[in-house]
């Protein structure tokens, strides 16, 4: 009787920990969506245009003495936060696996990205050059979290259920952050309250929820070596990297990840922004708002779907394949989204990239943790898969940003993002199905 309640104790406490874990991505997902993808953007776009009589008539901006796009400003600024993120994630990780800390730095990342998320509250478009700080360091609090969040996954589940649990954790994000979503859009359309307080509410909720999985992870387990805690987070990540070149499988799905990285955070960052100037514009511009609204919460009412429906494929089909269906129809997104001109078109749209959204994302994160080795460093391996990421996006900002600077067009930079879903793809069909050698590290 003993063992039986020793075990179904142990079983109840594991239970807690992944929803603990799990309700994390409750607690950030609104920084996604509220700032990314849905408010803010389109706050953004408002204030840094120039309107007569309610049409925009020049989306051009001042930054320190250069006129830019405020569009391609937006992606430089976020690009720039990503080269910080993909600078700090090695270092910062490989300290943490060291000194067992990666709950305290998973908490000082997500302070920094809620109090700084709070600043834009007073965000002024006269200030463009300090304004942008906010959302800068936002982006380096959020997207760093991340690092240290992920980094856990391995740790409180095995490999065959790490697809359920990151489907999970996608899927509370998806609910939770659209409920957010909703009560903002209430508070501004039917009690005029002024957007920018939406941004003081992400912050809270993102603290306030967050406090829930800060109750109920477990500390890392310090390691017990010799020297410099510094020195040895470089040395963490040099053993990370030197593991990942003796690989096969591992080091071909980072290079595939990479490329289809460069798409997809693309897309749901400047999903809105394309939205606004190509397809709610014109004729079409007096819907924008409420369209655009929209349109985001189809995406992400699909992508709680899509993450379970990804989920299942993958424990039938296996991971790679079902990556592989996902990529094929990101491509197919691409070029359907190049030829829309009509809301409803965008709303297809929409649907589309919320169905693959969801699962590509949580199939990304379970499919590294499913080929990593066995290993307490758990924090070092997923630096490697934030930074992976990471440089993909900049590249992806960068190179978005530039092509519709030089071709005037943000249609000619979907194509850009179609180039890399189909080198992903075939990237992705060179994973071997099991790995020559695996050893512990």
Same mark, same amino acid.
């Given at each position: 009787m003993d063992t039986l309640d020793s075990t179904t104790s142990e079983s109840s406490k594991k239970k807690k920990i992944i929803n603990a874990w799990a309700f994390y991505d409750w607690a950030n997902s609104v920084y996604p969506l509220v700032i990314s993808t849905a408010i803010f953007p389109i706050f953004y776009e408002a204030v840094t245009s120039t309107k007569v009589d309610g049409k925009t008539v020049s989306d051009t901006v001042e930054f320190f003495g250069v006129t830019l796009k405020n569009s391609e400003l937006y992606s430089y600024v976020v690009a720039a936060s990503f080269v910080v993120v993909t600078i700090l994630s090695p270092i910062l990780s490989g300290i943490a696996d060291y000194a067992g800390n990666k709950k305290m730095f998973l908490k000082a990342f997500c302070y920094l990205g809620a109090l700084s998320t709070m600043s834009l509250f007073f965000f002024d478009a006269a200030h463009l050059e300090l304004s942008m700080l906010s959302i800068f360091f936002a982006s380096i609090g959020f997207w760093n979290s991340l690092v240290f969040y992920n980094a856990y996954l391995p740790e409180i589940a095995p490999p065959e259920d790490h697809d359920r649990v990151s489907a999970k954790g996608f899927s509370l994000g998806y609910f939770g952050s659209s409920l957010l979503l909703i009560a903002c859009l209430v508070g501004i359309m039917v009690f005029e309250m002024p957007p920018k307080y939406s941004f003081l509410l992400v912050g809270v909720w993102w603290i306030g929820f967050s406090q829930y999985t800060y109750a109920?992870?477990?500390?890392? %387990? !310090?390691?017990?070596?010799?020297?410099?805690?510094?020195?040895?987070?470089? =040395?963490?990540? %040099? !053993?990370?990297?030197?593991?990942?070149?003796?690989?096969?499988?591992?080091? =071909?799905?980072?290079?595939?990840?990479?490329?289809?990285?460069m798409g997809i955070q693309t897309i749901m960052l400047m999903a809105v922004l394309y939205a606004k100037k190509e397809i709610f514009t014109g004729a079409y511009e007096d819907q924008a708002a409420t369209g655009l609204i929209i349109s985001v919460l189809i995406i992400q009412f699909i992508a709680i779907a899509g993450a379970y429906l990804f989920s299942f494929s993958s424990s039938k089909y296996g991971n790679i394949k079902t990556l592989g269906i996902a990529l094929i129809v990101w491509i197919f997104a691409c070029v359907y989204a190049y030829f829309i001109h009509t809301p409803v078109e965008y709303y297809i749209l929409a649907a589309l990239v919320g169905l693959v959204m969801g699962g590509t994302q949580s199939l990304s994160r379970s499919t590294y943790s499913k080929f990593l080795p066995q290993t307490e460093d758990t924090t070092s391996f997923f630096s490697y898969y934030d930074i992976s990421e990471k440089v993909g996006i900049i590249l992806g900002m960068v190179i978005f940003g530039f092509v519709e600077g030089y071709s005037g067009d943000m249609r000619t930079s979907v194509l850009a993002l179609l180039i890399f879903f189909v080198v992903a793809f075939l990237l992705l069909l060179r994973i071997p199905s099991e790995e020559k050698a695996v050893q512990k590290v």
């Amino acid at each position: 009787m003993d063992t039986l309640d020793s075990t179904t104790s142990e079983s109840s406490k594991k239970k807690k920990i992944i929803n603990a874990w799990a309700f994390y991505d409750w607690a950030n997902s609104v920084y996604p969506l509220v700032i990314s993808t849905a408010i803010f953007p389109i706050f953004y776009e408002a204030v840094t245009s120039t309107k007569v009589d309610g049409k925009t008539v020049s989306d051009t901006v001042e930054f320190f003495g250069v006129t830019l796009k405020n569009s391609e400003l937006y992606s430089y600024v976020v690009a720039a936060s990503f080269v910080v993120v993909t600078i700090l994630s090695p270092i910062l990780s490989g300290i943490a696996d060291y000194a067992g800390n990666k709950k305290m730095f998973l908490k000082a990342f997500c302070y920094l990205g809620a109090l700084s998320t709070m600043s834009l509250f007073f965000f002024d478009a006269a200030h463009l050059e300090l304004s942008m700080l906010s959302i800068f360091f936002a982006s380096i609090g959020f997207w760093n979290s991340l690092v240290f969040y992920n980094a856990y996954l391995p740790e409180i589940a095995p490999p065959e259920d790490h697809d359920r649990v990151s489907a999970k954790g996608f899927s509370l994000g998806y609910f939770g952050s659209s409920l957010l979503l909703i009560a903002c859009l209430v508070g501004i359309m039917v009690f005029e309250m002024p957007p920018k307080y939406s941004f003081l509410l992400v912050g809270v909720w993102w603290i306030g929820f967050s406090q829930y999985t800060y109750a109920f992870l477990p500390k890392s %387990k !310090k390691k017990e070596k010799e020297g410099h805690v510094l020195s040895n987070g470089f =040395k963490e990540i %040099k !053993k990370v990297w030197n593991y990942v070149r003796t690989t096969t499988r591992l080091k =071909k799905y980072l290079a595939s990840f990479f490329v289809f990285s460069m798409g997809i955070q693309t897309i749901m960052l400047m999903a809105v922004l394309y939205a606004k100037k190509e397809i709610f514009t014109g004729a079409y511009e007096d819907q924008a708002a409420t369209g655009l609204i929209i349109s985001v919460l189809i995406i992400q009412f699909i992508a709680i779907a899509g993450a379970y429906l990804f989920s299942f494929s993958s424990s039938k089909y296996g991971n790679i394949k079902t990556l592989g269906i996902a990529l094929i129809v990101w491509i197919f997104a691409c070029v359907y989204a190049y030829f829309i001109h009509t809301p409803v078109e965008y709303y297809i749209l929409a649907a589309l990239v919320g169905l693959v959204m969801g699962g590509t994302q949580s199939l990304s994160r379970s499919t590294y943790s499913k080929f990593l080795p066995q290993t307490e460093d758990t924090t070092s391996f997923f630096s490697y898969y934030d930074i992976s990421e990471k440089v993909g996006i900049i590249l992806g900002m960068v190179i978005f940003g530039f092509v519709e600077g030089y071709s005037g067009d943000m249609r000619t930079s979907v194509l850009a993002l179609l180039i890399f879903f189909v080198v992903a793809f075939l990237l992705l069909l060179r994973i071997p199905s099991e790995e020559k050698a695996v050893q512990k590290v």
